[in-house]
């Protein structure tokens, strides 16, 4: 029941052994599972997209990833327990329509204001 042996030498096999499906790696990632430089694991990469084993995916912001594809391991939904309470009322949204209290008088004033030094 114990985690599965992944070998740390680099090689193509344990590239795509160490891949989770559906999700994205930067290379940097894989490179630091390995703890070998980024250019170090580059051609294992190539090898398994030349291969179609993996896949460019877009999905990381301003980085180049790679997918293994598949659906990724479902986690189980968690059970949704209803609230055990008979004192609750059901949730009010606020009112958006209301002004807030002193900020129209403070407005109104600093119009009133700039309108007696208004030249004409």
Known sequence: ????????????????????????????VIAAKFKVPTKAVRPFLDELIRTGAIEHSHALAKTLGFRKPGAPPSAPAPARTPF?????????????????????????????????????
């Open 1 to 28: 029941m114990g985690r599965t042996c992944l070998h740390k030498e680099l090689s193509v096999e344990n590239v795509f052994a160490r891949m989770t499906p559906g999700r994205t790696y930067p290379a940097y």
């Open 84 to 120: 055990e309470t008979s004192v609750a009322a059901p949730a009010t949204p606020p009112n958006l329509n209301s002004t807030l209290t002193g900020y129209e008088h403070e407005i109104r004033s600093w119009v009133e204001l700039c309108l007696m030094t208004r030249t004409r």
